[in-house]
């Protein structure tokens, strides 16, 4: 029984990345992944960043946005598998 709910509510490492990829800009990974409170952050910072873009200071803050979702197409990994060992634990118990 434990199993079918671990393989139930795991995540996909191919989800995470096409998620990236597609929508990275807007956090949807992140909110994929139960980091709920970051892609909050991102999907924020690049709406703010996309309406401030007509003035310059748009387009400097749109920089901000693409380095994290540079940066977490390195993170992908271990955010999956430390989202996967917590479910096991949860599971487990």
Same mark, same amino acid.
Request: proline share 2%.
């Given at each position: 029984?434990?199993?079918?709910? /671990? ?24 909110? /994929? ?19 401030? /873009? ?28 430390? /989202? ?10």
């Amino acid at each position: 029984m434990a199993m079918m709910r /671990y393989d139930a509510n795991k995540k996909s490492i191919v989800v995470a990345y096409l998620l990236w990829f597609f929508l990275g800009m807007f956090g949807v990974h992140r909110f /994929y992944l139960g980091r709920t409170g970051s892609g909050l952050v991102l999907l924020l910072l690049t709406l703010v960043s996309g309406a401030l /873009y007509i003035v310059i200071v748009g387009a400097i803050l749109m920089g901000i946005p693409a380095l994290w979702w540079l940066i977490d197409a390195l993170l992908i990994p271990g955010i999956v598998r430390d /989202y996967n060992n917590r479910l096991i634990s949860e599971v487990v118990r």
